[in-house]
């Protein structure tokens, strides 16, 4: 993460809270190199533009996940049609052990 002025300095803009917004490398590179702006919204969160000045909707936030992710994935795998086993299951390097174990136990419940 690095800090962009959204009133660039050479313009004016101070180093202050008010005008910095903490972007990560690949959005202030866009912001700089290709013509985005960013501007903070009345809720003090960042709004961006593309070259034309329109907005860039704001990406809704991954769901959150539910009190067993574990069976829950499974289960909507299967409502889909899928049924997991220890090739379609999931990567082993995302997840943790315990998940892994646990999706292990899932799909050999022996």
């Known amino acids: 993460m690095s800090a962009h002025h959204i009133l660039h300095w050479a313009d004016g803009g101070p180093t202050s809270l008010d005008n910095l917004v903490l972007l990560c490398p690949s959005h202030?590179?866009?912001v700089h190199e290709t013509g985005f702006t960013?501007?903070?919204?009345?809720?003090?969160l960042p709004r961006f533009f593309n070259r034309a000045g329109v907005r860039i909707p704001n990406?809704?936030?991954?769901?959150?996940?539910?009190?067993d992710p574990v069976e829950?994935?499974?289960?909507?795998?299967?409502?889909?049609g899928v049924d997991p086993d220890d090739w379609t299951g999931v990567c082993r390097?995302?997840?943790s052990?315990?998940?892994w174990l646990r999706f292990q136990e899932a799909l050999d419940p022996s």
Request: hydrophobic residues 25%; aromatic residues 0%; proline residues 12%.
């Open 38 to 44: 960013v501007k903070l919204g009345r809720d003090r």
């Open 72 to 80: 829950e994935t499974l289960r909507t795998h299967r409502l889909r």
């Open 59 to 67: 990406q809704a936030p991954p769901p959150a996940l539910g009190p």
């Open 97 to 99: 052990d315990e998940s």
């Open 28 to 30: 202030h590179r866009g």
């Open 93 to 95: 390097r995302q997840v």
